[in-house]
């Protein structure tokens, strides 16, 4: 259940490159909340998510986390936050179980702990046959999954995801919906970028719609539809219409 507290607050935030990608972008998630951020190609929300994850320097603007400034302090916000982008990094010649360990030492958890949870996460996420075998063979799907284990094995108060589905079929989608909604439940806060409507209509608490680097729309599936008129409409329908108008406005 989502408070009143921030986990994320982002004021003014700005980017450009040879045109605003992100521009003056002000955000609120609140924590334990599930938040979805949409937006057509070139919207900004991967340029938002990678300057909110310490990925990219914003020109303007500011990001808290839990209220620490991600900008003066970034290794405080750093460890309270996992970062998860649509192409899976990790390192082929580990087992998932070794690569897990990895990260966990690189944040200084003990080894007897890092072990457990490592073992808790892969088969949370149906890793459980694959524990041993080298990353090297696995599938795209299986990859993202594995790097998603790595981002949570230090127990992140901020979930950052960009596509986290992108690649994985019906069961391997499954396994990580189920997870990140065990994490919400938890008092995890989770923000993410999809391309499947669907995942945001059924997981997320509120939804926020982005179009050339402004938000545009933003509240519970029930507030978007009070505010499009139809009680009835659906979350495709009213993100092509919120996408249209912003394109027609510009």
């Not at 892969?122 to 790595?150: I, T």
């Not at 993410?192 to 509240?219: P, Q």
């Amino acid at each position: 259940m989502a408070s009143d507290q921030s986990a994320l607050a982002l004021r003014g935030l700005t980017k450009r490159f040879d045109r605003p990608a992100v521009d003056a972008l002000d955000l609120t998630v609140r924590s334990g909340e599930f938040y979805a951020l949409l937006g057509p190609n070139g919207a900004g929300k991967t340029t938002t998510l990678c300057m909110v994850a310490g990925l990219l320097q914003p020109d303007a603007g500011s990001i808290s986390i839990a209220g620490i400034d991600a900008l003066r302090d970034p290794v405080a916000a750093k460890q309270i936050t996992a970062w998860v982008s649509d192409e899976p990094m990790i390192y082929d010649k580990l087992t998932p179980v070794e690569y897990l360990e990895f990260v966990a030492g690189l944040w200084g958890i003990d080894p007897a702990a890092a072990e457990r949870s490592a073992r808790e996460l892969l088969v949370s996420l149906g890793l459980e046959a694959n524990m041993n075998e080298r990353c090297e063979g696995f599938s795209k799907g299986m990859r993202q999954k594995v790097a998603l284990a790595g981002a949570l094995v230090h127990d992140p108060r901020l979930i950052i995801l960009d596509e986290p589905l992108t690649g994985l079929d019906a069961l391997s989608a499954r396994h990580v919906k189920g997870l990140l909604g065990e994490r919400v439940r938890g008092g995890c806060t989770v923000i993410m970028t999809t391309h499947i409507l669907e995942v945001a209509e059924r997981m997320a608490d509120r939804i926020g719609v982005i179009s050339a680097g402004r938000l545009v729309a933003e509240g519970t599936l029930a507030e978007l539809r009070q505010q499009n008129g139809r009680t009835d409409t659906s979350l495709e329908d009213m993100f092509i219409a919120l996408v249209d108008h912003e394109a027609a406005a510009a």
